[in-house]
């Protein structure tokens, strides 16, 4: 990044007001930012070569900048002040073609259309679309990218996301559509060395099938792509299952698709199947390598990841009134031919039930247990332990610390569907152990208890549930609006209270002589002092001792 002795870089604004420029060129950014052509004139003539810097990563960049907001008249500026200044002395500039990004990459990767029909059509043009940027990446790849990554540019988003959200796919579609009929290649991935070969890392058909429409699938298909082609998935903590930094090999597009719940995508995958029309597509429909029961590196089928859904992030993009077909037209087809995998363990020993239940239970979405209803109508096994030994129940209550209050009604369903509110996993937790850290959940913990969890179970260490009470905590809600809900430390303390008070229902429900405030833990902690006697308040202070 350039720095800049903020005396000499002042500009009058037309009404007069005095613009400085800062260290980090905040003005010409937020002149680039604004599409203010008028004022980058007026800059570039006082401050020829502020411009032209590449700054300390390409996102200070102001090229970069430009493409990436979609600031296509201050673009065109910025290039004809770089032509006519790389004419005169080109040692002094580092040429744009030799800097860690394409422009027309940068601008499909944000689904700027205008900017990317400028580039196209300039003579000559400014971009490729068959070229390939620093990291293999090619324009086509950049606008399938545009569909799956939203949550990168909603910060640019002040009012209505949805009609955003909506924007945003159109002009991702149309952008698609432009490239390949300008020639791009529908086959198109960036691919890296892998057990000494060539895999796919990523894909135009997997990056675009997380939200494409039917219409957009097909001519993908239709053009070359490979619906068996196997990439990864980077797993960013938001989604179960997936930890974070880690990838995920042989992920197909309908794991993909099954991911995001786009059935319309899902739905072109399979008519393409059916309507192979090849020698070779017909000798891949007799392997072994079906599309409903291609697994991936953690043994996951294409239900495991439909089950799991997007995340919350990416699942509170979605209208309410859009999670309910999606979900349940993504399912049905899915099981439509493949009902027996209902049940069937990854490399964890989780069924898609498990990964129902911790893949929504931290989403604020009116529908999140919808998933859930979906697969205990249609056979899921609520009874069926992962390695750890853990239920469904364990899952839910491991998953839920940033998530709305768990609804008796899905502890009921849970419970009708084999999960056993007794059972400790091999840690000896039981479900209850695990809710009660969760202080957001006292009502769900109260309910366990009255379902007859134990509260005197001990796990491993020696805990009772009142133990894990004792280090409990609350974390902020994300809503569906996207907001997060602070909790102030009164809520901290009322929730704290709440919990202890909905154990202790537990102990006077037996014959009250377990004494669960005198008990210990191995380690011979969150023993309670004589001078306490009661409940609440005094209970949390002297476990807390």
């Known amino acids: 990044m350039a720095y800049h002795n903020t005396e000499t870089t002042r500009l009058i604004d037309t009404d007069g007001t005095i613009l400085n420029e800062t260290d980090d060129l905040n003005l010409l950014n937020q002149i680039i930012r604004r599409n203010d052509s008028a004022m980058l004139h007026q800059y570039l003539a006082k401050f020829p070569r502020y411009a032209l810097g590449t700054g300390e990563t390409e996102y200070y960049d102001p090229f970069w900048i ?66 390939k940027d620093y990291h293999g990446g090619t324009p086509l790849l950049s606008a399938a990218a545009s569909l799956q990554h939203l949550s990168f540019d909603l910060e640019l988003c002040h009012h209505d996301r949805h009609g955003w959200i909506r924007d945003r796919l159109a002009r991702g579609e149309e ?21 000494n070969r060539l895999e796919p890392r990523n894909t135009v058909l997997g990056r675009a099938i997380t939200r494409a429409s039917y219409e957009l ?65 017909y000798g891949r429909e007799n392997e072994n390598d079906d599309l409903f029961t291609c697994r991936d590196s953690t043994g996951r089928l294409p239900l495991h990841w439909a089950a799991g859904g997007p995340g919350k992030y990416d699942e509170c ?61 249609h056979g899921a096994d609520a009874s ?96 569906h609006e996207g907001k997060m809900e602070s909790v102030t430390l009164a809520s901290r303390i009322r929730a704290h209270d709440e919990m202890i008070a909905a154990i202790l229902e537990g102990e006077t429900r037996g014959d009250g002589s377990s004494g669960l405030m005198d008990q210990q833990n191995k380690g011979g902690v969150y023993k309670k002092p004589a001078r306490y006697k009661g409940k609440g308040k005094g209970a949390r202070l002297a476990i807390m001792n």
Not at 97 to 124: I, K, W, Y
Not at 332 to 342: K, R, V
């Open 217 to 281: 699938v097909r001519r993908l298909l239709d053009e070359g792509a490979d619906v068996h082609a196997r990439q990864q998935y980077y797993g960013n903590g938001r989604e179960v299952g997936f930890p974070i930094g880690m990838y995920t090999n042989d992920v197909t597009a309908l794991h993909l698709g099954s991911l995001f719940w786009n059935a319309e995508g899902i739905r072109a995958l399979l008519d393409h199947r059916h309507n192979a029309s090849n020698d070779h597509d």
């Open 175 to 195: 952008l698609m559509h432009l490239l390949l009929d300008k020639g791009a290649c529908a086959s198109d991935a960036i691919v890296e060395v892998r057990d």
């Open 317 to 377: 993009l979605l209208l309410d009134d859009a999670i309910v077909p999606r979900i349940v037209n993504t399912f049905q087809l899915l099981l439509a031919s493949n009902p027996h995998t209902i049940n069937d363990l990854d490399h964890q020993g989780a069924t898609p039930l498990y990964y129902a239940v911790g893949g929504h239970a931290g989403c604020g979405s009116l529908h999140s247990d919808l998933p859930i209803r979906f697969l205990c109508a």
């Open 384 to 479: 069926l332990l992962d390695r750890h030994g853990r239920t469904v129940l364990h899952a839910l209550a491991l998953h839920s610390m940033y998530g709305e209050p768990i609804a008796p009604a899905l502890l009921d369903l849970l419970v009708e569907h084999g999960a056993d509110v007794a059972h400790a996993d091999t840690d000896g937790n039981t479900p209850l152990h695990l809710m009660a850290r969760n202080l957001r959940q006292v009502e769900a913990a109260r309910y366990l208890v009255r379902l007859g969890a134990d509260v005197r179970a001990r796990n491993a260490q020696g805990d009772t549930p009142l133990h894990r009470a004792a280090v409990g905590g609350i974390g902020p809600l994300q809503n």
């Open 66 to 131: 430009a493409a990436s907001v979609g600031s296509t008249e201050v673009l065109r500026v910025l290039l004809d002040h770089y032509n006519f200044s790389y004419e005169a002395d080109p040692s002094q500039i580092v040429a744009l073609d030799q800097r860690e990004f394409l422009l027309l990459n940068v601008a499909c990767d944000h689904a700027h259309l205008e900017t990317a029909r400028f580039l196209l059509g300039s003579q000559p043009p400014f971009g490729a679309v068959c070229a």
